[in-house]
């Protein structure tokens, strides 16, 4: 499949919303509270949750993923500087990933929250 005024046409793979999260109040503390609020996040965006996986770091940050059948979301904290970054990716326009962002926003208590969407191409042959 070609454009012809712009040659190959490019089809998108996927999407990544890249999230900080900055002046957050509710900085997670372990790994449950972790899981729990992007558990809740994956659900309230209609995604199947497919595996979890969270750890800690030291001095006294948190990471996870959490794989879900449309691809992930993963978390990495910064409670010295009371900040969090989420990457949501997915390859399904059906997910509502705005209100997974809403949902995060508040229960990390941030006061900033900048969002950036990529978009991942493949060219068409």
Not at 16 to 29: A, I, M, T, Y
Not at 74 to 93: K, L, M, Y
């Amino acid at each position: 499949m070609n454009n012809p005024d712009n040659g190959p046409s490019l089809i998108p793979l996927g999407w990544h919303w890249l999230v900080d999260f900055s002046e957050c109040g509710l900085l997670p503390s372990t790994l449950q509270e972790t899981e729990e609020i992007l558990t809740v996040a994956a659900q309230k965006s209609g995604a199947t949750i497919v595996q979890k996986c969270f750890h800690a770091f030291s001095p006294h940050g948190l990471s996870g993923v959490i794989v879900i059948a449309e691809s992930h979301i993963a978390i990495h904290t910064w409670p010295e500087h009371r900040a969090i970054a989420v990457d949501f990716f997915s390859c399904s326009q059906k997910l509502d990933v705005q209100v997974a962002i809403d949902h995060m926003r508040e229960a990390f208590g941030a006061i900033g929250c900048d969002v950036r969407k990529l978009v991942r191409n493949t060219r068409v042959q």
